[in-house]
């Protein structure tokens, strides 16, 4: 059973918004920081954004900064991401992450991932 499950990609103009769900099935992510992350075609996955389960914290790649915003609500074992001011080089697919050690911005440090859903800005 996959333990993170996303949604909410699809094909968006630029200037446009998207809203990405992850859903933690099967297990609870409550006390996880969570992040997301993407992954363009020949590319290196790279952090986007990640929330933090202890305080109201938040941090987001140079790239995004502005444009998109994490949130979780931990009663529905839920994770967003709302991207508003789209680009094409926003294009990827985007995953999410949980049950991290150490650096935030690594993706090797983190258990567990979604299947990622795929979001394409078209110019």
């Known amino acids: 059973q996959v333990p993170l499950v996303e949604s909410g990609g699809g094909l968006v103009q630029a200037g446009g918004s998207l809203r990405l769900s992850c859903a933690a099935s099967g297990r609870t992510f409550s006390n996880s920081d969570m992040a997301w992350f993407r992954q363009a075609p020949g590319k290196e996955r790279e952090f986007v954004a990640t929330?933090?389960?202890?305080?109201?914290?938040?941090y987001y790649a140079d790239s995004v900064k502005g444009r998109f915003t994490i949130s979780r609500d931990r009663d529905k074992n839920m994770v967003y991401l709302q991207m508003n001011s789209l680009k094409p080089e926003d294009t990827a697919v985007y995953f999410c992450?949980?049950?991290?050690?150490?650096?935030?911005?690594?993706?090797?440090?983190?258990?567990?991932w979604g299947q990622g859903t795929q979001v394409t800005v078209s110019s």
């Open positions: 929330i933090m389960w202890s305080r109201p914290s938040t």
């Open positions: 992450a949980a049950n991290r050690v150490g650096d935030y911005v690594q993706a090797q440090n983190y258990k567990f």
